[in-house]
Structure formats: C-alpha cells, structure tokens
C-alpha cells in the first residue's frame, strides 16, 4: 500500500513525536501531557477550526525549547500556506531566530 506524500509525512511527524516521548514515561505509565502536547501539534496539521485555533493558542502560551524541532516538522508538512507563516512567526519569536521564508 502506497501512501500519499501528506499521509506519509503525517505518519512520520507522529512517529517522531512518539519516538520523542518514550524517554518521557514514568513507570506507572505514559505521560498524559506529553501525549496532549503531541495531540495539540498534530492539530495543526488539520483543517482550518476552532481546534487547531486553541491547539495554537496553547502551544504559545505553554512554549517549550523542545517545540521548535517539532514546530519546523509540523511547518514542513503544514498545506495551508497562511496557517505556516503564523507557524513560522510563533517559531521565529520564540526562538529569537529568522528562518528566512
């Protein structure tokens, strides 16, 4: 089975992020909001909603140094090109670096 170039980067920015986080889990199980984290970034691949909206929104407010390997990953495979630019903007204030797109 072939996979789409969309459904292949998704399947591999989730594995990533799971592969990320199993250094993360504590002995009584996995960590809940490593998992929320990982849920709010594959959010923002979706389609334009309330939810990718609040998704954003928390990542702002909860930003984290390891976001921004994540945020490069989610802007690579992002399809809505106005969406990746807010992306970029988030990623380029929260680092203090310009990407240059």
């Known amino acids: 089975m072939r996979l789409s170039g969309r459904r292949r980067g998704l399947l591999i920015l989730a594995a ?3 592969g990320a986080g199993l250094g993360c889990a504590r002995a009584s199980g996995p960590d809940d909001a490593h998992e929320q984290t990982i849920g709010r970034f594959l959010r923002l691949l ?3 909603s309330p939810d990718r909206e ?5 990542i702002h407010e909860g930003w984290e140094l390891g976001f921004a390997p994540m945020l490069l990953e989610t802007i690579g495979l992002s399809q ?5 630019g807010r992306l970029l903007g988030l990623l380029e204030e929260k680092t203090g670096q310009a990407f240059g797109y």
């Open 16 to 18: 990533l992020m799971v």
């Open 46 to 48: 979706g389609p334009p």
């Open 54 to 58: 609040q998704a954003f929104a928390q």
């Open 80 to 84: 809505d090109p106005g969406f990746t």
